[in-house]
């Protein structure tokens, strides 16, 4: 009674009362939190049992841990360990291995109604990124949402699999699950709705969202999902060489490899660390510094092993409406394939783009970097790269002038091909309404700069140019150009109206609700003056 006279008087006198010592009680014990001024955060939250030890290379189970007192959520959760291709050092392995935290961030815990929840699933390529990066500021103005985001196991610890029933890989996106499993049982001692949850993420975070849409029991989890630049149909999403990964990590680590349960004893064995650092075995005949960006990624495990995740293909878990039927939002940049590809424009030593090197080694390298291998069998690749070549250079160099031609390619192959599939699938076997959009207007600068090293090419709109106007904080988006900020308004404000009312919005743009009767997909345009819904076929 006295949290509801608290917050009457509080909306009577238009201020909100602050509370200074924030504690949460929760089944394992009670926590406390931080009070910032228009909300309180609680952070480094186990929930998940230390995947560590013999739960190296598990699915993870449910925190059972007790503790007495109050334990501190004050500060910001470590990070998993990962090879992180934007750690600058030169070795690019940090991170704990004991990292299964979850953060949680509510406006009060004690409104007159419970808040819906926004849960975001940070991206990264499968293989770096973390709980804390991607801010809350803009989402939390408004002080109209509880936000969820969780760590889970990155690259060869969350994704590493034998093909078969000893590693079963997948472990990631098994903690994904657990973390909302976890936050339907607990939101409501933050004061969140847990009827009333809608799940996010961007580039292998959208991935990820896709690929939780495709488990049935996201249907009890959530009641939307939105998923910017990724989905489980790009050629990404599925690992199509697992098993030979696994081998090639334990003969890194000097590992017996005449059996799966001897590569998982040994590797149960050896330094978190030192198994994370194999990944640069995987980079070393690249060119640049980055390539391939994702090394490891979901697999669709045997039927017959334990904790599955998924044990068909995306396609075909969609086609037999096993999908989860939610509302689901799916997007792409006009020129999401700066990531990976603006990496070819860096300068190697002499001052030349790396880019020209694909004209010796580009049957050898797209395979790779594009992950084509996963979709293309190997016999088949030299005609299959040489044929993608021509459709998009015809008979040109590949060069820093025809840079932007390359660009197109990745854009396609990595991003934008897998979502208008996902778009075409979902409204043709799903109940739901599907949404989707095209985002084209480019930042001063962005990834692309970042990647390539260099401010004098405007790559466009780039990989996360979206997720960078909700994800930031007041000060930075300040430092943008009137126009973006505008789009930062606007992009909040959908998020936020879609898990607030179940519609879709961008600005005065409505979206077009897309269903089975549908003829077409229709998608929203959103350029730097207009956004307006056009066919998916249309869309330049």
Same mark, same amino acid.
């Given at each position: 009674?006295?949290?509801?006279?608290?917050?009457?008087?509080?909306?009577?006198?238009?201020?909100?009362?602050? +509370? %200074?010592? =924030?504690?949460?009680?929760? @089944?394992? *014990? !009670?926590? &406390?939190?931080?009070?910032?001024?228009? #909300?309180?955060?609680? +952070? %480094?939250? =186990?929930?998940?049992?230390? @995947?560590? *030890? !013999?739960? &190296?290379?598990?699915?993870?189970?449910? #925190?059972?841990?007790?503790? %007495?007192?109050?334990?501190?959520?004050?500060?910001?959760?470590?990070?998993?360990?990962?090879?992180?291709?934007? #750690?600058?050092?030169?070795?690019?392995?940090?991170?704990?291995?004991?990292?299964?935290?979850?953060?949680?961030?509510?406006?009060?815990?004690?409104?007159?109604?419970?808040?819906?929840?926004?849960?975001?699933?940070?991206?990264?390529?499968?293989?770096?990124?973390?709980?804390?990066?991607?801010?809350?500021?803009?989402?939390?103005?408004?002080?109209?949402?509880?936000?969820?985001?969780?760590?889970?196991?990155?690259?060869?610890?969350?994704?590493?699999?034998?093909?078969?029933?000893?590693?079963?890989?997948?472990?990631?996106?098994?903690?994904?699950?657990?973390?909302?499993?976890?936050?339907?049982?607990?939101?409501?001692?933050?004061?969140?709705?847990?009827?009333?949850?809608?799940?996010?993420?961007?580039?292998?975070?959208?991935?990820?969202?896709?690929?939780?849409?495709?488990?049935?029991?996201?249907?009890?989890?959530?009641?939307?999902?939105?998923?910017?630049?990724?989905?489980?149909?790009?050629?990404?999403?599925?690992?199509?060489?697992?098993?030979?990964?696994?081998?090639?990590?334990?003969?890194?680590?000097?590992?017996?490899?005449?059996?799966?349960?001897?590569?998982?004893?040994?590797?149960?064995?050896?330094?978190?660390?030192?198994?994370?650092?194999?990944?640069?075995?995987?980079?070393?005949?690249?060119?640049?510094?980055?390539?391939?960006?994702?090394?490891?990624?979901?697999?669709?495990?045997?039927?017959?092993?334990?904790?599955?995740?998924?044990?068909?293909?995306?396609?075909?878990?969609?086609?037999?409406?096993?999908?989860?039927?939610?509302?689901?939002?799916?997007?792409?940049?006009?020129?999401?394939?700066?990531?990976?590809?603006?990496?070819?424009?860096?300068?190697?030593?002499?001052?030349?783009?790396?880019?020209?090197?694909?004209?010796?080694?580009?049957?050898?390298?797209?395979?790779?970097?594009?992950?084509?291998?996963?979709?293309?069998?190997?016999?088949?690749?030299?005609?299959?790269?040489?044929?993608?070549?021509?459709?998009?250079?015809?008979?040109?160099?590949?060069?820093?002038?025809?840079?932007?031609?390359?660009?197109?390619?990745?854009?396609?192959?990595?991003?934008?091909?897998?979502?208008?599939?996902?778009?075409?699938?979902?409204?043709?076997?799903?109940?739901?309404?599907?949404?989707?959009?095209?985002?084209?207007?480019?930042?001063?600068?962005?990834?692309?700069?970042?990647?390539?090293?260099?401010?004098?090419?405007?790559?466009?709109?780039?990989?996360?140019?979206?997720?960078?106007?909700?994800?930031?904080?007041?000060?930075?988006?300040?430092?943008?150009?009137?126009?973006?900020?505008?789009?930062?308004?606007?992009?909040?404000?959908?998020?936020?109206?879609?898990?607030?009312?179940?519609?879709?919005?961008?600005?005065?743009?409505?979206?077009?609700?897309?269903?089975?009767?549908?003829?077409?997909?229709?998608?929203?345009?959103?350029?730097?003056?207009?956004?307006?819904?056009?066919?998916?076929?249309?869309?330049?």
């Amino acid at each position: 009674m006295s949290n509801i006279i608290t917050w009457v008087v509080c909306a009577t006198i238009g201020f909100w009362c602050p +509370e %200074s010592d =924030p504690i949460v009680q929760l @089944p394992n *014990g !009670k926590i &406390r939190g931080v009070n910032h001024g228009n #909300y309180l955060s609680f +952070e %480094s939250i =186990p929930y998940a049992e230390p @995947p560590i *030890g !013999k739960n &190296r290379f598990e699915a993870s189970k449910l #925190y059972s841990g007790k503790w %007495s007192g109050i334990r501190d959520a004050t500060k910001p959760s470590v990070i998993c360990v990962q090879w992180d291709q934007f #750690y600058n050092k030169e070795d690019r392995t940090h991170g704990d291995e004991d990292c299964l935290l979850i953060n949680v961030y509510t406006p009060s815990l004690s409104s007159e109604k419970p808040y819906n929840v926004l849960i975001n699933i940070h991206g990264g390529s499968f293989m770096y990124g973390n709980a804390i990066e991607d801010k809350i500021d803009l989402l939390m103005k408004n002080r109209q949402l509880v936000i969820v985001k969780m760590n889970y196991r990155l690259g060869v610890m969350g994704f590493l699999s034998t093909a078969d029933e000893v590693i079963t890989g997948n472990f990631g996106l098994k903690d994904q699950l657990l973390a909302l499993e976890w936050t339907k049982a607990n939101i409501a001692a933050f004061n969140g709705n847990p009827d009333k949850m809608t799940v996010i993420g961007e580039s292998a975070g959208s991935a990820s969202v896709h690929f939780q849409m495709l488990n049935k029991r996201f249907e009890k989890l959530a009641t939307s999902a939105m998923s910017f630049s990724g989905t489980a149909l790009s050629d990404w999403g599925i690992d199509g060489h697992a098993n030979e990964k696994a081998i090639a990590v334990a003969k890194y680590l000097n590992c017996p490899t005449e059996s799966s349960s001897s590569i998982k004893k040994c590797l149960q064995s050896k330094d978190a660390a030192d198994i994370v650092r194999t990944a640069k075995e995987f980079q070393k005949n690249n060119v640049g510094n980055y390539n391939p960006a994702i090394i490891f990624s979901p697999v669709v495990e045997p039927k017959t092993a334990k904790d599955t995740f998924i044990t068909e293909k995306p396609e075909i878990i969609i086609r037999n409406g096993k999908s989860a039927e939610v509302p689901w939002l799916a997007s792409f940049m006009k020129d999401d394939g700066v990531y990976p590809c603006s990496e070819y424009m860096q300068k190697d030593s002499n001052g030349v783009e790396v880019i020209e090197q694909l004209n010796e080694r580009w049957t050898e390298l797209a395979p790779i970097d594009l992950c084509l291998n996963n979709v293309v069998e190997k016999s088949e690749l030299p005609a299959y790269t040489t044929k993608l070549k021509q459709k998009y250079m015809g008979d040109k160099r590949f060069s820093a002038e025809n840079y932007f031609l390359l660009q197109k390619l990745c854009t396609d192959i990595v991003f934008e091909n897998g979502v208008k599939m996902a778009w075409d699938l979902h409204t043709r076997y799903t109940k739901s309404p599907v949404y989707g959009y095209m985002y084209d207007n480019p930042p001063p600068s962005g990834l692309g700069n970042v990647i390539a090293n260099r401010s004098d090419v405007n790559f466009g709109t780039a990989h996360d140019s979206d997720s960078s106007l909700i994800f930031n904080t007041e000060s930075g988006i300040a430092a943008f150009p009137e126009n973006q900020q505008k789009m930062s308004s606007n992009f909040v404000g959908m998020i936020e109206n879609f898990c607030l009312t179940g519609k879709l919005q961008f600005g005065s743009c409505k979206f077009v609700k897309n269903s089975s009767k549908a003829k077409g997909f229709m998608a929203m345009h959103i350029t730097k003056n207009s956004c307006q819904s056009v066919n998916a076929d249309q869309l330049p």
